[in-house]
């Protein structure tokens, strides 16, 4: 899939594909077999937290992976401002870059619902310049208000789930699920 994605992208717009720099060789001689020539993929090492997110920033459009999302990698690249293309399945561990997308307030636009869309769309937006910077411009225009990066706000909900928690048990009732809102009175923070 991500292998075709990029062919397409690569041989249409003579792109750069950045991935890992493990497995590097094989992944020259695949890529090749494609029709992606080795000045188009750029490897990178490890890099400190400030160099890790600067250089996600250089990218235009992050591919998550379907079977194990971005975790901590899909919030950096988020922060750094780069769209990203995500494929939510079943396990937890393949829903968490859906929910991170979704915490912006721009899921819509990054979650896709099966392959074939997941291809479509991150050919579109290669391919398609002016619309991945509209989408680039409104993720870097939200980050600083969204749910996702607001570490007071998700602070003062977790208090408010804990303290929901608490209440259940001192009152003698059994756990039970519930979704934490941001009304003081229903969920206080403090009591």
């Given at each position: 899939m991500k292998e075709d994605i990029g062919r397409r992208v690569a041989v249409a717009e003579k792109g750069q594909v950045y991935l890992d720099g493990k497995g590097a060789a094989s992944l020259v001689v695949y890529a090749a077999a494609q029709g992606v020539g080795p000045d188009?993929?750029?490897?990178?090492?490890?890099?400190?937290?400030?160099?890790?997110i600067r250089r996600s920033a250089l990218a235009d459009l992050f591919l998550d992976t379907p079977l194990c999302n971005g975790h901590t990698t899909g919030t950096d690249i988020l922060w750094a401002g780069l769209?990203?293309?995500?494929?939510?399945?079943?396990?937890?561990?393949?829903?968490?870059?859906?929910?991170?997308?979704?915490?912006?307030?721009?899921?819509?636009?990054?979650?896709?619902?099966?392959?074939?869309?997941?291809?479509?769309?991150?050919?579109?937006?290669?391919l398609n310049p002016l619309r991945?910077?509209?989408l680039t411009?409104?993720?870097?225009?939200?980050?600083?208000?969204?749910?996702?990066f607001d570490t007071a706000?998700?602070?003062?909900?977790?208090?408010?789930?804990?303290?929901?928690m608490w209440n259940l048990y001192c009152s003698g009732q059994n756990p039970q699920p519930f979704k934490v809102?941001?009304?003081v009175l229903d969920f206080p923070c403090d009591k």
């Open positions: 188009q993929i750029v490897f990178t090492d490890v890099a400190v937290k400030h160099e890790h769209p990203m293309i995500t494929l939510p399945l079943e396990k937890m561990a393949t829903r968490v870059a859906g929910s991170l997308c979704l915490a912006t307030g721009l899921g819509a636009e990054m979650i896709v619902n099966s392959i074939k869309e997941y291809e479509e769309r991150a050919i579109s937006l290669a991945l910077q509209t411009d409104k993720l870097k225009a939200v980050r600083l208000t969204c749910p996702l706000r998700w602070v003062k909900n977790l208090e408010r789930a804990y303290m929901k809102t941001e009304n």
